[in-house]
């Protein structure tokens, strides 16, 4: 019995750690995200029409690009609401 | 190794200039001439038949044709394994061939060019001269620029690709590990590929652009006596400029007696833009008329003679 109290009290705490971890880094995990999406889109910029680097450049780090790409498309997703992202990470209900 | 390029407006000689200075050079020197140009013709000069392999012509002279399109070819074959490689779940759906789409991108050719240049000079270590013969004008520029715009964009990334490790790295402190099924993202520059490879890009392009400046290197002008070549040929001295590469020969070929005038014009024009640079003049050859004489490498002029490298 003592010892099941214990081990719920653990998991309490473990959570409780955890999520002021997660909430310590949202906006850091934001920000590199974002830094990501601009590495993604100064690289493969002219798939939204911007001037790109010489062609080869994008083609030497493709094969290595596979989460930029994904975060890509989620931001393209997402920008409709970029506001309501921001805020959500700020944490403003 | 002392390395020459001899650049100019299509047509004005290029090909026979650097055949005939490689040719000269050859009796003292062991030289190696490499046309660059797509529409080769080195092998006509010579009166040989060249193929993408280098070639003895005597002992102290060697000729080699570049083949741009199987450098692209080989070059893009090369990218498309890495993916392959990366997406090798797609070779179970057979999807894995629609990377060969990849070698239509364009600028390939720029590429493969300098790519040409660079194996070159890294590979022949045992000869004194290697001369290069360009492709005209525009192709030769940009491929030439290819370096510093590279190495600028390199530089960029690089610099974001370091504050995303940075970031990665804060991240990892503070919140550690949540869960056993978590990817963790490399943080350290040594085990990011995409910084990695970029290290490696901007070292070849730094060494590249080191030989391409440095006193070794030198680019040779070669224009005729009339007004467009002599138009083209100040474009391509305000290029050489701007990209700080050393011009360090001008010369004008085909020169007629009649025309005299217009050659002094030409002359006088071309020295007021590059007033440290040495001009040699080469008198228009017969031979090129009559298709007779299979020489056309062997001419009068000493090509080389007003400037020697340092």
């Known amino acids: 019995m003592i010892s099941s109290m214990v081990h719920w009290v653990r998991r309490i705490v473990a959570d409780f750690d955890a999520t002021h971890r997660e909430k310590a880094t949202a906006l850091t995990v934001m920000e590199m995200e974002e830094l990501e999406n601009i590495f993604a889109l100064l690289l493969l910029g002219s798939f939204a029409g911007f001037p790109s680097p010489p062609t080869f450049l994008a083609v030497e780090l493709l094969p290595y690009m ?24 700020i944490g403003i209900d | 190794m002392k390395i020459l390029f001899f650049t100019g407006k299509g047509g004005v000689g290029k090909s026979t200039m ?20 797509p529409a080769h013709n080195l092998g006509d000069v010579f009166g040989v038949v060249l193929n993408h392999k280098k070639q003895r012509f005597t002992d102290s002279l060697y000729l080699k044709e570049v083949n741009l399109q199987k450098l692209c070819r080989e070059y893009l074959q090369r990218e498309i394994r890495v993916f392959t490689d990366t997406y090798r779940y797609l070779q179970t759906i ?14 390939i050719e720029e590429y493969a060019l300098l790519t040409s240049i660079e194996e070159t000079v890294r590979s022949e ?16 520029l940009r491929f030439l620029a290819l370096p ?22 804060t991240i990892y402190r503070i919140r550690g590990i949540l869960d056993d099924k978590e990817t963790i993202l490399s943080y350290d520059e040594n085990d990011d590929d995409i910084l990695k490879r970029l290290k490696t890009l901007n070292g070849n392009y730094q060494a590249l652009s080191s030989i391409l400046q440095g006193n070794d290197c030198g680019i040779v002008l070669v224009y005729n006596p009339d007004t467009l070549s002599l138009k083209e040929s100040k ?8 990209l700080k590469l050393p011009l360090r020969l001008l010369i004008n070929n085909k020169i ?22 040495p001009i040699q003049r080469v008198a228009f050859s017969e031979h090129l008329l009559d298709g007779q004489n299979s020489t056309l490498y062997d001419i009068e002029e000493t090509i080389l003679s007003p400037f020697e490298m340092k």
């Open chain 1, 66 to 89: 596979e989460r930029e790409l994904q975060i890509l498309c989620k931001r393209a997703k997402d920008c409709n609401d970029m506001l309501a992202e921001m805020c959500g990470t």
């Open chain 2, 18 to 37: 650097s055949a005939a200075s490689a040719w000269q050079l050859s009796q003292n020197h062991r030289v190696l001439i490499v046309s660059l140009d």
């Open chain 2, 125 to 140: 270590k045992d000869i004194d001269y290697i001369v290069f013969d360009t492709p005209p004008t525009g192709l030769t």
């Open chain 2, 256 to 277: 007629q007696k009649k025309y005299t005038a217009m050659a002094d014009h030409v002359d006088s024009v071309i020295k007021s833009l590059a007033p440290a640079v």
């Open chain 2, 94 to 107: 057979n999807l894995d061939s629609y990377f060969s789409v990849l070698k239509y991108s364009p600028g």
């Open chain 2, 148 to 169: 510093w715009i590279t190495m600028t964009w390199i530089d960029r990334l690089m610099q974001i690709r370091r504050d995303i490790l940075e970031k990665r790295h």
């Open chain 2, 235 to 242: 474009r391509l001295i305000d290029g050489l400029r701007e």
